[in-house]
């Protein structure tokens, strides 16, 4: 796909108007990875000042999805757009959905910060190595996705897609080892759920980064791939 | 809002296409109901028949999901709608997403009664009742969600989202209850986190019958109001 098929249009103006869009969404990307980034930061090093950073950054993300929104609806409207715009249109309302939704999870981690800070005090411990680890390893699936629906880029974002399984296996690690924790010491309960939920946070995360790379496969080949399995994913990719 | 607002083309065929779509969402919506009240019954009553048809369904309902997408996609370039039009398509795209959501909790709360099933047996204690009741709410919600949807009912859509806070403290209360007694008994810990999985999946439908409900706002009134505070929302829809 040439990513120069974005702007062939006479009218200049229209031209702009999708550009603008694009670059509103990478914004908006970029915002909301930095709002994960502090949300475990915030989460592993009990830097609370971090964590109310990032809920105070909820609001202006989902400002931002609506305006993108309406942008688009606009665009929609008066425009009336077939084929690669239609699907460029449709598939940004969808990802700023899933971004907005990022933003949510990593609220929720800098909340579960906040509430493991007021219950544990200033202590950390080891466990916390594995949620930044997860977090890194979703904060690269997301970064990769916005890599992929700024260049349109189809192979890295089935790439991307394949990276869940171990998302997947680095959370139901963590899972059983919360599990066990609980079982060891039931004083352990409380402090053990909020690191349960925030793993799941992540894991969300990572479903998200999907979603967005399902959105960008759309977009480029208008073939509308979610729920299929990753054969059938590259069977369709590749034919 | 005229429910008969919609069927004023000139073009008879346009309006059975509209129409169409409406009522196929309506039929996706009863079919993630069914889901839902068939999950929590294979639940609290340790059905695993039950449970199975459950997550068997999923695919279905995967599949008309796509199916509508891309009948909206088709009359969004066939038709190149605006104003209500293209608010309907709008929400309609974002209301089957939310449905298909709807239908992923639903079997997740099958794969625990199974999981549950497999660890506990036959046994089902009180705390299912709970579930139950939570379960009850939110199917009142969905089914008042789909309701305003096909009538185009703007009060009864703003009056649902209010109810939302009655399953915020039902779920708050579950959870209270949860970590008591896994903290009483840490052979309790597994079994416990699967009710605490089932009430977090029943908490996340009613947020997604909510997201129904501001679609119908927006549809009918052409107003955003996501992440608006109560007060605004109230507001905004009498002025």
Redesign the interface.
């Known amino acids: 796909m040439d990513i120069n098929k974005i702007g062939h249009h006479i009218s200049s103006h229209y031209n702009v108007e999708l550009e603008d869009i694009r670059n509103s969404v990478l914004k908006m990307g970029g915002i909301v990875e930095r709002q994960i980034e502090l949300a475990a930061l915030s989460f592993t090093s009990n830097d609370m000042e971090m964590a109310e950073q990032v809920i105070q950054q909820d609001?202006y993300v989902?400002r931002l999805?609506?305006q993108i929104?309406?942008a688009c609806?606009e665009i929609?409207?008066k425009r009336?757009p077939?084929?690669f715009d239609?699907?460029l249109l449709?598939s940004v309302?969808?990802t700023i959905?899933d971004l907005e939704r990022i933003g949510d999870e990593a609220t929720k981690i800098a909340e579960m910060a906040i509430h493991l800070s007021d219950t544990e005090g200033k202590t950390r411990s080891e466990e916390y190595y594995e949620i930044q680890h997860l977090a890194e390893l979703v904060m690269k699936m997301l970064r990769g996705a916005l890599d992929a629906f700024a260049r349109l880029n189809v192979e890295s974002a089935v790439s991307i897609t394949a990276q869940d399984a171990m998302v997947d296996r680095e959370y139901g690690s963590i899972i059983r080892q919360m599990?066990a924790r609980?079982?060891?010491?039931?004083?352990n309960?409380?402090r053990t759920?909020d690191v349960l939920w925030t793993a799941r946070a992540l894991e969300r995360i990572g479903d998200h980064a999907c979603n967005i790379c399902e959105h960008v496969i759309y977009m480029v080949k208008g073939e509308?791939v979610?729920?299929m399995s990753r054969e059938e994913l590259e069977r369709k990719i590749q034919g």
Chains 1, 2 share one sequence.
């Open positions: 609001d989902n999805e609506k929104d309406q609806t929609l409207a009336q077939a084929a239609l699907r449709l309302i969808r959905n599990v609980m079982m060891e010491d039931p004083r309960v409380r759920l509308d979610r729920h």
